[in-house]
């Protein structure tokens, strides 16, 4: 047998194994339901702080898009206010992302400049941050500093409103841990001012340590005037909870399609993946269309393509259409499907694996 040949079995065997699709297949209640990747860590809610030396190392990343290439503008987070005064940035005609980056992650990262690009030409100002010198190599240890970071994010768009930033103007994003320190911040701005946050988005939060928490210890839809969040890795590093006012699976939410064919997108891949999703979705407003489900287990199995209600994926959301939503894409970039992707027919998994076997009868041949 030759190497595709194989791997294309290897890729079936792990497909089949990992998910389900479309209604074909729902599980048995004797089987029992996935618990989850690390559902508890004991202690990660201990009190923690960061030292002064440390906290120099917490970096918030000014990010500018030209048609030249991007400009970086690094600042200290117990300095950055100043420095943004300093650069007069426009609070006044200009909507202000800030784009929290994960566990082990980077703003130098290129599936975080992308996304920071996408929102620079867009037109907002971008701020992310840069914490990979500051959250410890032991995840249990991170999610225990997270709050600490999260309350240093929240003083520093405290102070850019006190500059002008109006609460209307201003959107938080985090990718995997980064979603829950985001929300540390927007809880800590709206204690300080009474207001929260126009929006605050969830890319694939993080599951582990997180689980079942109430919603004082994570991500929460009380967290900002419009909260969504996108599920790519729910039993694994993301989480299978609807956190938000609008939700959204991809592709069932636990595992995405490879790039690559016949090479499979496991844990890893599939919660890295939503940060590529997010930029095209800002980079295409209205390609990425959701059909909302009448639960999570049906968003997982894909049971919802008879519902009529849609809506976009990313910066163009309708959040009076509240709710869980399943989106399917394709394995191939930019991986918006639009309309087609409405069509049951055209669901990523069933679809392939309806073209493995559509022939009457299979000989194998040496």
């Known amino acids: ?97 800030l784009y929290v980056v994960g566990y082990l992650d980077s703003s130098t990262f290129i599936h975080n400049i992308a996304v920071a690009s996408a929102y620079a030409k867009r037109g907002y100002n971008v701020f992310v941050t840069e914490s990979i010198s500051v959250l410890p190599f032991v995840y249990p240890r991170s999610v225990r500093i ?59 939060p993080s599951g582990p340590c997180f689980r079942g928490l109430p919603a004082t210890y994570r991500l929460s839809s009380s967290d900002a005037e419009r909260v969504d969040a996108i599920h790519t890795n729910i039993d694994g590093f993301g989480i299978a909870e609807a956190l938000g006012h609008v939700d959204v699976y991809i592709n069932g939410g636990e595992y995405q399609p490879g790039d690559i064919p016949y090479i499979p997108c496991l844990v890893v891949c599939s919660h890295m993946k939503v940060t590529l999703y997010w930029w095209q979705a800002v980079e295409n407003p209205k390609k990425f269309i959701a059909v909302k489900c009448d639960s999570i287990q049906d968003a997982r199995l894909a049971n919802c393509y008879n519902n009529t209600v849609t809506n976009y994926v990313g910066i163009k959301t309708d959040f009076k259409k509240p709710g869980i939503y399943y989106l399917s894409t394709s394995n191939e970039f930019p991986y918006y499907q639009g309309k087609d992707g409405l069509k049951a027919e055209n669901e990523i998994y069933w679809s392939t694996l309806k073209k493995i076997n559509a022939d009457d009868n299979f000989v194998v041949k040496k």
Not at 178 to 189: D, E, L
């Open 1 to 97: 047998m030759d190497l595709g040949g194989l791997l294309s079995r290897i890729a079936l065997l792990v497909t089949l194994v990992t998910r389900t699709h479309a209604g074909h297949f729902s599980p048995r209640p004797d089987t029992g339901y996935a618990l989850g990747y690390l559902s508890e860590c004991p202690g990660s809610f201990k009190n923690a702080s960061i030292s002064p030396k440390m906290l120099q190392e917490l970096q918030i990343i000014w990010h500018r898009w030209t048609p030249n290439g991007v400009i970086r503008n690094s600042m200290p987070i117990t300095s950055a206010a100043k420095s943004v005064l300093s650069y007069k940035v426009d609070f006044k005609n200009k909507k202000t992302v």
């Open 146 to 204: 997270s709050r600490a970071i999260g309350k240093k994010l929240g003083e520093f768009i405290v102070q850019l409103t006190q500059q002008g930033l109006k609460p209307d103007d201003l959107e938080l994003v985090g990718f995997s841990l980064g979603s829950h320190m985001a929300s540390y911040a927007a809880k800590y701005y709206y204690a300080e001012t009474g207001r929260k946050p126009s929006r605050l988005t969830g890319l694939d």
